[in-house]
């Protein structure tokens, strides 16, 4: 993928997204994000970035940090991320990231980030450690998206909030400055947007779990580990395979289905007839594994290739940040710093 200069227009539209190295992927990330990835490279150009940055607004190991972005980059490409066609790389060999991310600091207000939900709920369980880039979070995610002028976001539902005070940063910067930023849409995926935990359903799937790893089932669990989780999972009272609010945890479970196997609810429901929730579990966590299987072999072959991935990551990274000097130059010069 080449930078786009002013004088050659992209032919396809442009997509960006990150995903925080802050575990193991989760089977709600994929389900929400990673394989729409996958699947949009074929209608769209498309940046994809381990956000390492974002990772370091909780507490973390280095060398479990490390790994866990070398691990999430892997696992991009083994999900079928194709490195011939999409940018990969890590967000912290591309300085624009923080450099806009600053700027774009002094254009964001204290008010709109303190209604950001995922900041008061990472700050109530993070009492010990409220620190600023917590708060900006945002705004580094913004910095992320407009660097590239981007067309479209690739997000699960509960990004919408930070998508919106995307947007209105880039406007808010556009009708000061002129037209230099996109104003870039969200992309939600059809179906499971949101995946919830398998014990909790009212709360959504984290990759972070760490209180109850039977809450989530991470791309790296082996077939019986994931098996074991569903059969585990909670359902609801009675023995009815039915899609309603009052059943979360059957209906969590009939969307993780229906993502994988394309049915409907009605069909799964006439599937699940008078089995019980013993069979339609087992089913459940057969569809994941079978998914997983593929998915888990190109880990393995790819983890071996250290110098393939490396290739993959160094190359993406230059052409990352050669696309993003240009916008940043931009508004270098828009805020009035010297050439
Ligand atoms: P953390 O546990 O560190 O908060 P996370 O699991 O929420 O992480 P992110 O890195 O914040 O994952 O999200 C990566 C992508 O996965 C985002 O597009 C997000 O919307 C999507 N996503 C995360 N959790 C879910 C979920 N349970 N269901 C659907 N999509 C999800
Ligand atoms: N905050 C996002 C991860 C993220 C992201 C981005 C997603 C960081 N920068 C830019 C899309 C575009 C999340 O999913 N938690």
Request: hydrophobic share 40%; glycine share 6%; net charge negative.
């Amino acid at each position: 993928m080449e930078p786009k200069s002013e004088s050659k227009a992209r032919e396809k539209k442009l997509i960006f997204s990150g995903i925080a190295p802050s575990g193991t992927p989760a089977l709600g990330n994929y389900i929400g994000a990673l394989r729409n990835w996958a699947a949009l490279q074929d209608e769209y150009d498309c940046i994809y970035c381990v956000v390492d940055m974002h990772a370091i607004t909780l507490r973390r190991d280095p060398a479990e940090l490390r790994k866990k972005s070398r691990d999430m980059l892997t696992l991009c490409i083994a999900l079928g991320i194709d490195p011939e066609r999409s940018l990969l790389f890590y967000q912290s060999h591309v300085s624009g990231h923080a450099e806009l991310a600053w700027i774009l600091n002094c254009f964001t207000y204290m008010g709109e980030l303190g209604r950001m939900t995922q900041f008061k709920d990472k700050s109530s369980k993070h009492e010990d450690n409220i620190n600023a880039g917590l708060f900006t979070y945002p705004v580094l995610m913004a910095a992320d998206i407009l660097l590239y002028n981007v067309d479209l976001v690739p997000i699960g539902d509960d990004q919408r909030q930070h998508m919106e005070i995307c947007r209105d940063i880039a406007i808010r910067f556009n009708n000061i400055y002129g037209d230099v930023f996109t104003v870039p849409e969200a992309y939600y995926g059809k179906v499971g947007a949101r995946i919830m935990s398998l014990q909790e359903p009212d709360r959504k799937m984290d990759k972070s779990e760490t209180a109850n790893p039977n809450n989530t089932i991470f791309l790296l669990d082996d077939a019986d580990t994931v098996i074991s989780k569903f059969k585990r999972a909670l359902t609801d009272s009675g023995s009815e395979v039915r899609f309603a609010e009052d059943k979360p945890g059957v209906s969590n479970l009939m969307t993780i289905y229906s993502a994988l196997t394309g049915r409907t609810m009605p069909e799964i429901e006439a599937e699940f007839d008078g089995a019980g929730y013993g069979k339609f579990k087992l089913a459940v966590g057969e569809a994941v594994v079978e998914t997983l299987r593929p998915i888990w072999k190109r880990f393995g072959e790819l983890t071996a290739d250290k110098a393939y991935v490396d290739g993959v990551i160094r190359a993406s990274a230059e052409k990352a940040s050669a696309m993003a000097e240009i916008t940043l130059n931009k508004v270098k010069d828009k805020v009035g710093f010297p050439a």
